[in-house]
């Protein structure tokens, strides 16, 4: 069954690609002849692919290869998550420099867009996915790997704060309410992320410094509330750590002035 979610993963070009030879790179097995070797892989600077509602996000994919005759190219870098989630770019879309006579990087960038209308995928997206490549070598030795590193894929998160009331009488109580939401690649919307672990933390006016003062959980909805006493001015926020889908987020100081 196919899904309803919009959120498409593609290289320049690459879906009239795929149609035309009806298959993808990550189809093929690990292999190679010859010593070339691939030294290193790196996806988005080595951190996770961050996606939201709307924008498009890229990506930028870096292979260095080395041969003692030199680096042709890089016919293909794929990346691909649980079925049917898969993106790839194609040799006419990176982009090789020579770094000496017998090593190269090769460049391309892979595009996030979760308002697309092609190449369907669920909220099953945010999850580690592999990047697999084929290099040649001038000799005509050459390098496939399937998995020549991993990557996350996650689901943008969004955290609010509001303390009240404002100003406050010292000794008081202070009602610190706020939301933790995530993007949801089936509706292009956000929702409440429940039952998560987030920690109300406080900076006293004049400090840089952040201490946590308790951790809650966030309600069916997302929502979160609790309540402190009124000591001094300063600012309380929310803190999320984040998971392995979801990355963490700080929600924005709100200042309350005790009087």
């Excluded at 993106?87 to 996030?112: H, M, P, Y």
């Excluded at 991993?150 to 509001?162: A, D, E, G, I």
Aim: overall charge positive; glycine content about 8%.
């Amino acid at each position: 069954m196919r899904t309803t979610t919009r959120l498409a993963v593609l290289g320049t070009g690459v879906a009239l690609a795929l149609a035309a030879t009806g298959a993808t790179a990550a189809q093929a097995e690990d292999g190679g002849s010859g010593d070339i070797t691939i030294d290193k892989v790196v996806i988005n600077g080595g951190k996770p692919v961050v996606v939201g509602t709307t924008n498009v996000v890229s990506a930028k994919v870096s292979v260095t290869a080395s041969d003692d005759s030199g680096i042709a190219k890089t016919t293909y870098i794929s990346a691909f998550g649980p079925k049917p989630n898969y993106a790839q770019i194609w040799d006419d879309e990176i982009k090789c420099v020579r770094a000496s006579a017998t090593t190269s990087t090769c460049t391309g960038t892979l595009t996030f867009d979760p308002t697309a209308s092609v190449g369907f995928v669920g909220n099953n997206a945010a999850a580690t996915w592999k990047l697999g490549t084929l290099v040649s070598a001038n000799d005509l030795d050459y390098i496939h790997r399937d998995a020549a590193t991993t990557f996350k894929v996650q689901r943008y998160s969004k955290l609010t704060v509001n303390a009240s009331p404002e100003p406050v009488k010292k000794g008081k109580t202070i009602t610190v309410t706020g939301k933790l939401s995530r993007a949801n690649w089936e509706d292009n919307k956000y929702h409440g992320y429940t039952n998560q672990s987030v920690k109300l933390q406080f900076r006293k006016k004049g400090s840089n410094t952040y201490t946590t003062v308790k951790t809650i959980k966030s309600n069916s909805t997302g929502n979160l509330k609790t309540t402190v006493t009124a000591t001094t001015d300063g600012y309380f926020r929310y803190s999320f750590a984040g998971t392995a889908t979801t990355p963490a987020v700080n929600a924005a100081g709100d200042f309350v002035d005790v009087r």
